[in-house]
């Protein structure tokens, strides 16, 4: 048989290769990995999602195992919305809500109902992989944007959004992936009077906003661009990344009909046992004390790591200071590329994420992503003592 794959999965993809080098790499018997995105394990809470799983099956089996609305559940949908109000100050209805499966498949959705071929989108450099691999199999045309310790380059922006007629513009605004960098209110403001004066949809993902573990909470994009702008969020970092359940929302009546059309279309609904046991668990736990226990629990291995890089990296190396998150973003010599620091740690059981993979092109970088997320204190100062040493090494050989 003469199988021809389509040309949109037959795109050479470099981000797809750093992700499987990656993937092998933490696949090794007693590595220490800071290259994934992953949460802590010990922050699921297993026994209480046992416990509200069975309560479903036991009380309302027959509705979590049928078909249902290609929305969501409005319990959850209404949770949702109630805890954007009340915890961060974000003007949220249940019927601005879809939910997904994971809000990484927002990135499709969105894609689907947004883009035509050629379409200009504006991203962070550097920014999360999935949603540059997703803009590039939808054939749009990628424009990144330098971002800096306030925030996104504001000039660099504005001349892109005056010379390109953009649909898109896609950031995180919180602990940003990869760098942990986060917008100040005033840079927020003048973004949303930029937009404003386009025909621009914002996207604002933000799954890692609950994270905060210090400094205050910023103004959301959602309260200041009304009908252009898209919320992503998702319990993956706060309850757990195996149960897919996200969800994206407007206020922006036509996208979001046209968003649950493509939503039913590509599986009908999210899986209503899913929904309905994190509805009841929220709802039946103290949800608020689990989340601080995360934010602590991150508060001190991110402490940990940036205590490490302090002890053990040459005083050449930059890095960034989250305050909340998962992620450190380091900046090394200009004549150390990352890809070359990754495969020689690894070399001593060492995974670290090289920048490459964040940017819509290659570029060769000097820069590299730690996560502190998924590894004990006592390994965090390991890793980094091993990374330091191998920094200093190729530091001393050029």
Not at 230 to 252: D, E, Q
Not at 317 to 323: G, W
Request: proline share 4%; charged share 25%.
């Amino acid at each position: 048989m003469n199988f021809k794959i389509s040309k949109m999965m037959a795109k050479k993809d470099f981000q797809k290769e750093f992700s499987d080098f990656m993937l092998k790499a933490v696949s090794i018997p007693n590595v220490i990995s800071f290259a994934g995105g992953m949460p802590n394990p010990i922050s699921f809470p297993n026994k209480e999602l046992k416990k509200a799983y069975s309560f479903v099956m036991d009380n309302h089996y027959k509705t979590a195992l049928q078909y249902a609305n290609t929305q969501g559940y409005i319990e959850l949908r209404k949770i949702i919305a109630q805890r954007y109000k009340t915890k961060e100050n974000i003007n949220v209805e249940a019927d601005d809500i879809l939910i997904i499966n994971g809000a990484q498949q927002g990135f499709d959705i969105i894609s689907a109902v947004t883009l035509n071929d050629n379409d200009n989108v504006i991203v962070e450099a550097p920014t999360f992989l999935a949603a540059i691999q997703t803009f590039n199999l939808y054939n749009a045309k990628i424009h990144s944007v330098e971002i800096n310790d306030k925030g996104i380059n504001l000039d660099e922006l504005k001349n892109i959004l005056k010379k390109y007629k953009s649909k898109l513009f896609y950031t995180i605004s919180n602990f940003q992936n990869p760098t942990g960098l986060t917008y100040n209110n005033e840079t927020r403001k003048i973004i949303a009077d930029m937009i404003k004066k386009t025909n621009t949809i914002l996207i604002e993902d933000n799954p890692y906003g609950a994270l905060r573990f210090k400094g205050e909470n910023q103004e959301s994009f959602f309260n200041l661009l009304n009908e252009q702008v898209i919320l992503m969020g998702s319990f993956s970092k706060t309850i757990s990344p195996g149960i897919r359940v996200g969800w994206i929302a407007s206020k922006n009546k036509e996208f979001m009909k046209k968003a649950i059309e493509y939503k039913q279309i590509l599986d009908v609904h999210t899986s209503m046992p899913d929904q309905m046991a994190i509805a009841q668990y929220i709802n039946n736990s103290n949800f608020d004390k689990h989340i601080e226990k995360i934010r602590k629990l991150y508060h001190k291995q991110c402490n940990a790591m940036i205590n490490a890089i302090e002890k053990y990296f040459p005083k050449e190396v930059k890095y960034t200071k989250p305050e909340g998150g998962m992620f450190i973003w380091v900046e090394l010599p200009k004549n150390i590329k990352s890809v070359e620091l990754a495969n020689e740690t690894i070399k001593r059981n060492v995974a670290i994420s090289p920048g490459d993979p964040f940017y819509n092109k290659k570029r060769n970088v000097s820069t590299f992503r730690l996560s502190y997320s998924n590894c004990s204190v006592e390994n965090i100062d390991k890793g980094m003592k091993i990374i330091g040493e191998t920094i200093d090494k190729m530091l001393k050989s050029k």
